[in-house]
């Protein structure tokens, strides 16, 4: 267990629909990234929010949007899903008030989104 | 804008042999060079960092060193078993706090 908790695991649902992902950062980290990870391709940076603020856009599209709550989870909205948005759907965390952690990320195990 | 190249793609090797991964990065800022190893069905897992003002890295049978000037870093891991297969991810991000811009991903295969 990583520290970092996405939920659901796995996610099947039509085109045309709407889907939230959420995460749990690790305890005490105030930075929530997401990141989207296609069929044998690498880590797409979406969104990066910090102690509840947008810090960094990456290329996340219009239909896709994410906040972050003061409890410091995060989630990540996905509408008018498309087959081209399947996908597994990770999140990481960093930053912690601790700051002998270091700036690497601890990730979550992810979410498969699948859109049929 | 920002970028980090990654090769190779998919690389195999004898258990025993050493294995080899190549970055570049394209953004100046960058001091901070993580990498990844990821299993398959899990998370990218950090596995060593190394920052920009140093050269080299070592943890036991993984290093990374790194040229800022040429804006090269790579991943070195000696002995291999099979249990070092999997993907590793290089990256490259301005610091703690900032986003991390990931390499597309080196498939590691050790055969037995």
């Known amino acids: 267990d990583s520290g970092v908790t996405q939920t659901p695991k796995h996610l099947i649902t039509a085109t045309g629909q709407r889907v939230t992902l959420r995460c749990s950062p690790r305890?005490?980290?105030?930075?929530v990234y997401w990141y989207q990870q296609s069929l044998d391709q690498g880590l797409q940076f979406l969104i990066q929010?910090?102690?509840?603020?947008?810090?960094a856009k990456g290329n996340i599209l219009e239909r896709f949007s994410a906040q972050q709550f003061p409890d410091l989870h995060s989630e990540l909205n996905l509408s008018s899903l498309e087959l081209g948005d399947s996908a597994l759907y990770f999140c990481?965390?960093?930053?912690?008030?601790?700051?002998?952690?270091?700036?690497?990320?601890?990730f979550g195990s992810g979410t498969r989104l699948t859109v049929v | 804008g920002e970028n980090v190249e990654q090769h190779p793609s998919t690389l195999s090797v004898q258990e025993g042999d050493s294995a080899v991964i190549k970055c570049t990065y394209s953004?100046?800022?960058?001091?901070?060079f993580p990498w990844y190893k990821q299993e398959l069905g899990k998370g990218p897992q950090l596995i060593i960092d190394?920052?920009?003002?140093?050269g080299e890295k070592k943890d036991q049978r993984i290093a990374v060193t790194l040229n800022k000037t040429a804006k090269h870093f790579s991943l070195h891991i000696t002995e291999t078993q099979p249990e070092d297969s999997a993907v590793y991810f290089c990256?490259?991000?301005?610091?703690?706090?900032?986003?991390?811009?990931f390499g597309a991903g080196t498939r590691l295969f050790v055969k037995a």
């Open positions: 305890s005490g980290d105030l930075s």
């Open positions: 990481a965390s960093s930053v912690n008030r601790d700051r002998a952690r270091g700036y690497g990320y601890t």
């Open positions: 953004d100046s800022a960058s001091n901070y």
């Open positions: 190394i920052r920009s003002n140093v």
């Open positions: 990256a490259a991000s301005r610091g703690g706090g900032f986003k991390t811009i």
């Open positions: 929010y910090y102690n509840g603020e947008e810090r």
